[in-house]
């Protein structure tokens, strides 16, 4: 059985960083690459990072290039998503999922049930 569990969410000011973090298992070599999602009130699920097939390196949206990172403890199973200078317009419920290769071309299968983070003074 595959499961992910994100966590890290809360509350935080604008400008401020937090970090979220994606537990997984059960997935097998060919699945292990996961993205992160969110998903903001009012607007279409939104895909902030995928795998590359080639390397595995992380590729970032537009809108969160050079201010979130993806990191991995790969003994730990565990993928961590940076996110810094936080903006209003960040807060959603973001979820982690697999497999989230960039060239993947289909929705993902597994999937965490979120964790909410809100940005706002």
């Known amino acids: 059985e595959v499961q992910l569990v994100e966590s890290g969410g809360g509350l935080v000011q604008p400008g401020g960083s937090l970090r979220l973090s994606c537990s997984a298992s059960?997935?097998?070599?060919?699945?292990?690459?996961i993205g992160w999602f969110r998903k903001a009130p009012g607007k279409e699920r939104e895909e902030l990072s995928c795998?590359?097939?080639?390397?595995?390196?992380?590729f970032y949206a537009n809108s969160v290039k050079g201010r979130f990172t993806v990191s991995s403890d790969n003994a730990k199973n565990t993928v961590y998503l940076q996110m810094n200078s936080l903006k209003v317009e960040d807060t959603a419920v973001y979820y982690c999922?697999?497999?989230?290769?960039?060239?993947?071309?289909?929705?993902?299968?597994?999937w965490g049930n979120g964790t909410l983070v809100t940005v706002a003074s």
């Open positions: 795998i590359s097939s080639v390397d595995r390196r992380p």
């Open positions: 059960g997935l097998t070599f060919d699945e292990y690459a």
């Open positions: 999922a697999a497999p989230a290769f960039c060239d993947y071309g289909r929705p993902q299968p597994y």
